[in-house]
Structure formats: C-alpha cells, structure tokens
C-alpha cells in the first residue's frame, strides 16, 4: 500500500484516500456527536469500547454504527466505503472517531456543543506499539528494523503525522470547555475513576454499579475475549505501561528524552512511562 503526504502529514493511501480528507472537512458536525480523538495507538480500540459501555447503560446499540471498528470517520473500508459517507446519516448520539491531526478536523467541529474526547499515551510505548503494528500491516511499507522505524518515529515520518504535533495541536485546545483528555496511563492506573470522569463528561453519569460493570468490560483482558481480532492480535497486543524497556537501548532511550523535553516542556502536557 502506497501513502502520499497532505500538508506534511502522511496517509495510508488505502486506508484513507485523498478525497476523504475533504469529506471530513466538510463534515457536518451534530451538537450531541461524541467525537474521540486518538493518534494511532494510543487507546482507540480500547476508549471506542469504553463508550460503547456508556451509552449501552442508556440503550443504545446500534451495531450498524456502533460495530466492534472503531468509527473512524476518515477510513474507508471495503463493505462500507468512505464512513464519513455513511455517518452523515447515521442517528444520534453519533460516536465518531479519527486519528487526524487537528487542522484536518470537520470544520464545525470546533465551534459545536459536541463532546471532544482527546486520548494520549507516552510517545515511547506509543511508538513500539506502533512499530509492531505495522509490521502486521505489509501493505503498509515501514521498516522492518527497530532501529531505522525509531528514526523515522523520532523524524515525524509515520501515517497520521509527528506524534508531538498531533499531541499539542489538541493539547492547546485544552481551555475548550467541551474537550476532555484522557491518558492511557491513567486509565491503566484507575479505570473506575477515568471511566466516571468520561462518563460524566459526556452528561451520562454512571452509578458505581454501572462504573464496575463498563470496566468489567473493557479491562485488557475482557477486550483480549470480546474484540474481533483483526491483524493478528495487533489491536490487543500487550496493552501495558513500560513496553518500550524492551525495544529501547539506553541511546536510543537519551535521544527520545531529549527530544521529549525539548517539544513539551513548558506546555504543560506531560505522561508517564512507568
Ligand atoms: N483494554 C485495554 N487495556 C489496555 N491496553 C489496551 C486495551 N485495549 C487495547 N489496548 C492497547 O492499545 C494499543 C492499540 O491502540 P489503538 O487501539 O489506538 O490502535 S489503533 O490506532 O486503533 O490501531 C495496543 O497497545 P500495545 O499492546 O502496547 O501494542 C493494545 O494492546
């Protein structure tokens, strides 16, 4: 599978061909749309299912929209196309997902009363994770090596962009009263709490009864179980904090850490690596 690059950022040509970044452009947004935010594996699977729980405590299941794929408004896939096609007919609450940096955004998106949930994972479990996906992914051309793929990592050479620039392209929206971040270390940490958080931001407030049974169904375990496994196991693949010990020589460890201070420090976005 061939890429091209659209104002810098990479895409998978397959995956999202060119015309779907204007049909997410263009994209009309819906007060009450649910729109989760990911840079590729950060959480996506795992926050699509979490939400998925939520809004099945109020009844909706709708299998149609609310599959077993993360809705990700810019793929298209082979038995459905373009979804952001499909979603602009899909009823409300609509749970929409995308991994595009922010200035590929609908344009309305913005300025909506919808709910905008950012997820974020260290960049270092961030960037393994990512590694042994695309491995799974030949179509995808991405080097066979650790080593040459950290190097394009660290350069900003991957699909959906620089990790950094995704990360605070949203992160300077933080002041937006309709924006809640997530961190996948956090979630690993405390479900219950990060799920009460999610829930209540999103104005469906759960009882710890109904807390304990979302995060019954979405611990790493129970998502191993019920996910459809596609790639290979790739989107429940070891779903931990700290991975990235095993890939990193201490170099290679300095240099991610150089670059990690010198993109975040001062803006106030920081996680955590163990
Ligand atoms: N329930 C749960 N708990 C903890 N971790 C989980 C969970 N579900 C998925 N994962 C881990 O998330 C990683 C995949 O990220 P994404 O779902 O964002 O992938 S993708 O962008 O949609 O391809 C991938 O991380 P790695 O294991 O480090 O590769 C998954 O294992």
Redo the contacts with the bound molecule.
């Keep these: 599978m061939s890429t091209y690059k659209e104002r810098g950022v990479i895409f998978p040509v397959d995956i999202v061909p060119r015309p779907n970044l204007d049909l997410v452009k263009n994209f009309d947004i819906r007060d009450d749309d649910i729109m989760m935010i990911?840079y590729?594996?950060?959480?996506?699977?795992?926050t699509?299912?979490i939400v998925k729980q939520i809004l099945a405590s109020e009844g909706v299941k709708d299998e149609k929209y609310l599959g077993d794929f993360?809705n990700?408004i810019e793929f298209s896939v082979p038995e459905k196309g373009a979804l952001a096609e499909l979603f602009k007919t899909a009823p409300s609450p609509r749970v929409l997902a995308t991994?595009v940096p922010v200035e590929f955004l609908p344009s309305g998106l913005l300025g909506s009363k919808a709910k905008i949930v950012v997820?974020m994972r260290n960049p270092k479990?961030t960037a393994?994770?990512t590694f042994?996906?695309w491995q799974k992914v030949p179509e995808v051309k991405t080097p066979e090596s650790w080593e040459s793929f950290l190097e394009q990592f660290l350069a900003g050479d991957c699909p959906w962009g620089p990790f950094y620039d995704h990360a605070l392209g949203y992160w300077k929206l933080k002041d937006s009263h309709n924006i809640l971040f997530l961190k996948?270390e956090d979630?690993?940490k405390d479900l219950p709490a990060e799920v009460k958080k999610l829930a209540t931001f999103l104005g469906r407030p759960l009882s710890e009864e109904a807390v304990q049974a979302v995060v019954g169904a979405?611990?790493?375990d129970?998502?191993k179980k019920t996910?459809k496994q596609h790639r290979d196991g790739?989107?429940?693949?070891?779903?931990?904090i700290g991975?990235w010990k095993n890939s990193f020589s201490d170099e290679q460890s300095r240099a991610f850490d150089d670059q990690y201070r010198e993109r975040l420090s001062n803006t106030g976005l920081e996680f955590e690596f163990e």
Excluded: I
């Design positions: 990911t590729p594996k950060t959480g996506t699977w795992w699509h299912q993360p990700l991994h997820v479990d393994v994770s042994h996906f996948y979630m690993k979405t611990q790493f129970s998502m996910v790739a989107f429940t693949r070891k779903g931990v991975d």
